[in-house]
C-alpha cells in the first residue's frame, strides 16, 4: 500500500460520515423537521460532546481525574461573551469566531498555568485542587463588574448556527482523536496505565499531562464560547461544580477512554432528559434512577474502552445473526 | 571503556540505608550479574540507574559513543534518551493496552514527528507509524510475540509478559539493557531458552548487560563478572568460578555456620 492510500483511507471514510450528518442535519433544518426545540437540544448535545470529549482526553485517556472543568468553560464563555459585547457591531462574524478563540486561548492558558503546580498532584488530591479552581474561578466571575457579577451578561450575540455548530464539535472531536491515535496520545495512555514504566520507557509525564490539560482546557473554552453565543445569558451559577460533574457523568456512562463512548452518551442524555420533559416533578429521580441502572449493568459505560468502528459493528452483527440461528 | 560507573553510590529513605557506598564499573559490551540475597538493595541500584530515585550521594555516569552523561539528577525519560532501559521485577506493563502498543510506546522518542503531524495528521505522521508498526513486530518475532500483537497485555500468560518487557525496553534502542530478576517464576525449560536468547541479544543488539538474578544456573553461565550485594553493600567482585568459591558470599547466602564447616 503506497503512502498515499495510506493518509486517504480512513479521512475519506470519515469524511463521508460527517458529510452525511451535516447534510441531514441542514435538510431537517430547511424542511422545518428541526423546530427550534430541536434544534437548542442539538445545541445542547453538540456542547456537551465537545465537553466530555476534551474531558475524557484528560481523565480516560491521561488518567487525570479532573473535577474543574466547568471552570476551563466559564473562562471561554465570559471572554468570547465580553469580546463580542464590546466590539463595534460591524465586525459581523467575524467577531464570533475571534471570540470563540479568545476564549478558547484564555481558558488553554488558564489551563497551562493552573496545570503545570497542580499535574504533581496525583489522583484525589489532583481532583480537589481542579474543584478548588473552578470554584475560584467561578467566585472571581461573581465578583468582579467587568463580568456583571451574580446576575452575569445578557444578550450575547447570537451568532452559532448549525454550520458553525458541526465545523467547531467535529474539528475538536477529529483533532483530539487524531491526537490520540498518535504516538501523543499512545505516551497518554501510558501514563494512565503506569506512569512509572512510561517515565522509565522515554515519555516526558509532566509534558504529556499538561498538554491533555491544556488541549482539554482549550476545547472546554470553546464549548463555553459556543454556549455563551447561542443562550444570549451567562451567569457564574451556570458553570460550577454541578457541571463539571454532568460532564464527567458524560464521560464516565460512555466509557473512560472512548470517544465514541463520550458522543454516544452525550446525545442519549440530551435525548433522555427531553424525554422525561413530560414528567416534571419526578424528571430528576427517573434520570438518577436511569443512570444507576446503566452503572450497574454497564460499570464499564457504554463503549468501554473500545471506539464504535467497522470491525467492532461488523462483529456486533455477527453476534446477532448467530443468535437468531440459535433460536 | 567503561560503559557504566557507579562511584561510592549511597541511598537512605529516612534512617535506612538501602544502598551504601556501592562502587560498580562496567565496560561496553560486558555481561554482568549482580546477585545477593533478598532485600539486599540490588533493585534500588537499578531504580537509581533510571532515576526513579535520586542518590542521596555518589556519582552515576554513563558514557556512550564518546558522550559522557552524569545520570545523578536525571528525570527516568532523559535517561532512557541516554541509551538506558530496564525490565521490572514486579512486572509493569501497560496491562491494558494492546502488545503493539506496548512496544510502540516505547519507541516514543525515536518517533519523528511533533505535535501539528499528532493532530492534522501530516504525511509525517503516516510514514512513522509505519515504520514504527514494522520495527515493533521485528521485536516480537525475535521473543515470537507477533501473532499476539493485538492481545491486551494483561491477557498475556506470565512467561510471556516477561518477555514483553524485555522486547519494550529493547524497543527504546538501548546500548545498556538493564534486567531486573528475568527468569523469576520461569520453570527450568523457560529459564534455559531466556538464558540463550540473554546471550543472542547482546551480540545482535550489540547491548551491555546488566542483570539482577536468583538463578544462578542463569547467573553463573552467562554473566563474565558477577557483584555481590548483601545489606546494602558491595561485598565481592570477579568471575562466576571466584564468586563461587569466596567465603563471604557462601555466608551471605547460607550463614556462618555452613560458611566455616
Known amino acids: 500500500m503506497s503512502v498515499k492510500e495510506l493518509v486517504k483511507k480512513p479521512v475519506l471514510r470519515k469524511g463521508i460520515g460527517l458529510g452525511a450528518v451535516f447534510i441531514i442535519v441542514q435538510l431537517l433544518l430547511m424542511t422545518g423537521v428541526m423546530n427550534d426545540y430541536y434544534f437548542a437540544t442539538l445545541v445542547t448535545i453538540c456542547i456537551n460532546i465537545i465537553l466530555a470529549s476534551s474531558l475524557n482526553l484528560i481523565t480516560g485517556f ?145 509534558r504529556y499531562k499538561v498538554i491533555a490539560f491544556i488541549v482539554g482546557a482549550f476545547s472546554a473554552g470553546i464549548a ?13 451559577d451556570l458553570f460550577g461544580f ?14 473512560l477512554g472512548s470517544l465514541s463512548g463520550s458522543i454516544l452518551a452525550a446525545i442519549l442524555l440530551a435525548v433522555m432528559s427531553s424525554l422525561l420533559q413530560s414528567f416534571a416533578e419526578i424528571r430528576m429521580v427517573l434520570y438518577a434512577v436511569m443512570l444507576v441502572a446503566i452503572m450497574i449493568f454497564r460499570p464499564q459505560g457504554l463503549m468501554g474502552s473500545k471506539e464504535i468502528s467497522l470491525a467492532l459493528l461488523k462483529k456486533f452483527g455477527k453476534n446477532l445473526t448467530f443468535k437468531k440461528k440459535r433460536v | 571503556m567503561a560503559e557504566l560507573s557507579i562511584k561510592k553510590l549511597t541511598k537512605s529513605f529516612g534512617g535506612l540505608t538501602a544502598v551504601s557506598n556501592v562502587s560498580l564499573e562496567i565496560k561496553t559490551g560486558e555481561l554482568v550479574g549482580l546477585i545477593g540475597p533478598n532485600g539486599a538493595g540490588k533493585t534500588t541500584v537499578f531504580n537509581l540507574l533510571t532515576g526513579i530515585y535520586e542518590p542521596t550521594s555518589g556519582e552515576i555516569t554513563f ?16 535517561i532512557s534518551k541516554a541509551g538506558i532501559a530496564r525490565t521490572f521485577q514486579n512486572i509493569r506493563l501497560f496491562r491494558d493496552l494492546t502488545v503493539l502498543d506496548n512496544v510502540r510506546i516505547a519507541m516514543h522518542q525515536n518517533a519523528g514527528y511533533g505535535l501539528l503531524a499528532g493532530f492534522l495528521h501530516l504525511p509525517a505522521h503516516a510514514l512513522e507509524e509505519k515504520r514504527i508498526i514494522e520495527e515493533s513486530i521485528n521485536l516480537l518475532d525475535i521473543f515470537n510475540l507477533s501473532e499476539k500483537k493485538n492481545e491486551m497485555a494483561r491477557n498475556l500468560p506470565y512467561g510471556e509478559q516477561r518477555r514483553l518487557e524485555i522486547v519494550r525496553a529493547l524497543a527504546t534502542g538501548p546500548s545498556l539493557l538493564l534486567l531486573d530478576e528475568p527468569a523469576a517464576g520461569m520453570n527450568l525449560g523457560e529459564t ?33 563478572r558477577i557483584y555481590v550485594m548483601d545489606y546494602g553493600s558491595m561485598i565481592a567482585e570477579g568471575a562466576p568460578e571466584e564468586i563461587k568459591a569466596n567465603p563471604r558470599v557462601i555466608k551471605a547466602y547460607l550463614g556462618e555456620d555452613v560458611a566455616n564447616a
Open chain 1, 242 to 255: 454541578l457541571k463539571s460533574v454532568d460532564i464527567l457523568v458524560i464521560v464516565v456512562l460512555g466509557g
Open chain 2, 63 to 78: 558514557e556512550h559513543d564518546g558522550r559522557k552523561t552524569r545520570l545523578n539528577k536525571l528525570k527516568p525519560y532523559r
Open chain 2, 192 to 224: 534455559a531458552q531466556l538464558t540463550e536468547t540473554i546471550a543472542q541479544l547482546r551480540d545482535r543488539f550489540d547491548l551491555t548487560v546488566l542483570l539482577i538474578e536468583h538463578d544462578m544456573s542463569l547467573v553463573m553461565r552467562i554473566c563474565e
Open chain 1, 224 to 236: 463555553g464560547a459556543l454556549y455563551a453565543s447561542y443562550f444570549y445569558v451567562i451567569k457564574p
Open chain 1, 62 to 206: 491521561t488518567g487525570q481525574l479532573s473535577l474543574g472543568h466547568a471552570g476551563f468553560m466559564s473562562i471561554g464563555a465570559y471572554t468570547c461573551a465580553i469580546f463580542m459585547m464590546n466590539v463595534p457591531p460591524g465586525w459581523g462574524v467575524g467577531a464570533f469566531l475571534a471570540g470563540v478563540l479568545l476564549g478558547a486561548v484564555a481558558a488553554g492558558v488558564v489551563g497551562l498555568l493552573v496545570g503545570l503546580p497542580t499535574l504533581r498532584l496525583r489522583g484525589d488530591y489532583l481532583a480537589i485542587a481542579t474543584l478548588g479552581l473552578s470554584e475560584i474561578i467561578r467566585i472571581i466571575m461573581v465578583n468582579l463588574d467587568i463580568t456583571n457579577g451574580a446576575a452575569g451578561l445578557s444578550g450575547v450575540p447570537r451568532f452559532v448556527n448549525w454550520i458553525w455548530l458541526f465545523v467547531f464539535t467535529a474539528g475538536v472531536v477529529l483533532l483530539i482523536a487524531n491526537f490520540l491515535n498518535s504516538k501523543h496520545g499512545r505516551a497518554c495512555k501510558a501514563i494512565r496505565e503506569d506512569e512509572i514504566a512510561a517515565d522509565t520507557m522515554g515519555v516526558n509525564t509532566t
